[in-house]
């Protein structure tokens, strides 16, 4: 395992790392950070819980045995605040009786000291990648392709042609985000004003006309198509 191999899918990641050995935290910090866009180490339990809570990381890495709060205490209050969390757990040889119940948590990987930094970065690898999958199939699944070169992302709440955004005003938004639902399927005058009103917002089949023209400006030509006297859809031109 070559590091650029990993650093193609770590470089912006965030890493939360609890050691209570000084020298070990201290070095395993120090290669990571070549590797991790953050990377900060903590020396217990305690000090990782908190600064879990005010900030989100990518991978937790911590030892079992630590002062203040014990790793696998920190572990399910991880888990209890977020059961995606991707976390490795360092082992020393005689804590194997605690890694079972670590991996029915729902841990990624566990790695026995002394560290082997090749094994490390193996690891790491391996989980900073499934998060890479993870991240693009999101990405992929919130992205309505409304054309070859232009989409709608659900999540971000843009328009993108030609890799350009496009700015949308918030009853556009409402808007992209009812008729995206079911592409293809008509959505009434009624479902759409319905849509609005569950946002705390208005509008009217007038103002839903004067609306659709400004925005069939901004994507696509025949994206949006009318039905007289019924409602709208939207029809992909890819």
Do not use: C, W
């Not at 070859?148 to 955004?165: G, Q, R």
């Not at 008509?186 to 925005?215: C, F, P, T």
Request: avoid cysteine; charged fraction near 25%; proline fraction near 3%.
């Amino acid at each position: 395992m070559h590091s650029k191999e990993l650093l193609q899918y770590s470089k912006n990641l965030t890493l939360l790392l609890a050691e209570d050995h000084d020298e070990l935290r201290e070095n395993t910090a120090n290669i990571l950070q070549n590797f991790f866009q953050t990377v900060d180490a903590v020396s217990n339990g305690e000090e990782a819980l908190s600064l879990y809570n005010e900030n989100s990381y990518d991978i937790i890495l911590t030892d079992i045995r630590m002062p203040k709060l014990d790793g696998i205490t920190l572990v399910e209050a991880i888990y209890d605040k977020n059961p995606q969390q991707k976390v490795i757990v360092l082992s020393a040889h005689d804590e194997s009786k605690y890694l079972i119940p670590l991996l029915n948590l729902g841990v990624e990987h566990y790695i026995k000291k002394p560290l082997d930094y090749q094994e490390l970065i193996q690891v790491f690898y391996h989980v900073a990648k499934k998060i890479d999958s993870l991240t693009n199939n999101i990405e992929v699944h919130n992205k309505v392709m409304l054309s070859n070169d232009t989409y709608y992302n659900k999540e971000k709440k843009i328009l993108s042609v030609n890799e350009e955004v496009s700015y949308l005003t918030k009853y556009e938004i409402i808007f992209l985000d009812t008729l995206t639902q079911q592409l293809s399927k008509i959505y009434s005058n009624d479902e759409i004003v319905h849509a609005y009103e569950a946002l705390g917002e208005s509008i009217d089949a007038q103002n839903i006309r004067k609306l659709v023209s400004k925005l069939r400006k901004k994507v696509p030509e025949n994206t949006i198509e009318s039905i007289y006297g019924v409602g709208y859809r939207l029809i992909p031109n890819t």
